[in-house]
């Protein structure tokens, strides 16, 4: 199966900065990466995602950028928020990048934006 | 319904008491996901439906632990003579391709 790791485990930014989150993956038949983020007594929730045939994604505030020869993926926030703060998880497919099989999640960045 | 229902939302059971947590992902999605995550922690994988296959269980952490998933539909995961260890939030997700759904979790606390 695929291992995914990611850091840091925990990230404190000034409101207004930009807050990156960095991810790699072993399995190079993984083919899609989706984010995350979890507030306090929520369920996980999805806020972006990349597929292996793009190299860039963005949406408003948010952007993912994967490097397949690396096998990394990064998840980018600019103009960070107070409500930006929660636990943000990425996530690779792997079971040879099947359209079916599961995610594998890394262990979570807690990201804490300061007013 | 929308999204993903799970229920209870919060379940206090004593040590040695068999448990039922309920999950309703939403219609038409084929794949379903059960993932445990204690306090402060990630998302530890436990069983995954897909479609009319045989489930893959290989992140049930013990015998006490089982889920079945009736019609294709509504999933059930069963957690027998619970544990102090099994408290946790037990999250429930569904797919069709790509990213998942999650539930909003059951938080179970076995006293």
């Known amino acids: 199966g695929e291992n995914v790791e990611q850091h840091p485990s925990t990230l404190s930014v000034q409101e207004g900065d930009s807050a990156v989150i960095k991810c790699t993956y072993s399995?190079?038949?993984?083919?899609?990466f989706p984010w995350y983020k979890q507030e306090l007594g929520k369920g996980p929730q999805l806020i972006i995602d990349i597929r292996s045939n793009v190299g860039e994604k963005k949406d408003q505030r948010i952007a993912v950028t994967l490097n397949k020869t690396a096998k990394h993926f990064s998840l980018h926030i600019t103009e960070t928020q107070p409500e930006d703060s929660a636990v943000y998880f990425c996530?690779?497919?792997?079971?040879?990048?099947?359209?079916?099989?599961?995610?594998?999640f890394g262990r979570g960045t807690q990201l804490t934006v300061w007013p | 319904g929308a999204g993903v229902s799970q229920s209870p939302s919060n379940k206090v059971t004593e040590k040695g008491k068999d448990v039922e947590l309920r999950c309703d992902p939403i219609s038409g999605h084929t794949a379903l996901y059960w993932y445990r995550q204690s306090l402060g922690q990630g998302l530890e994988f436990l069983i995954y439906f897909q479609g009319n296959s045989a489930p893959d269980k290989s992140g049930l952490p013990s015998d006490r632990f089982s889920a079945e998933r009736t019609g294709g539909s509504v999933s059930t995961l069963t957690i027998q003579r619970t544990q102090q260890e099994d408290s946790a939030v037990y999250l429930c997700a569904s797919s069709l391709k790509g990213g998942y759904t999650f539930g909003s979790g059951t938080r179970l606390t076995v006293v």
């Open positions: 996530a690779g497919k792997g079971d040879g990048g099947s359209t079916l099989g599961r995610l594998y």
């Open positions: 399995d190079s038949a993984s083919n899609y």
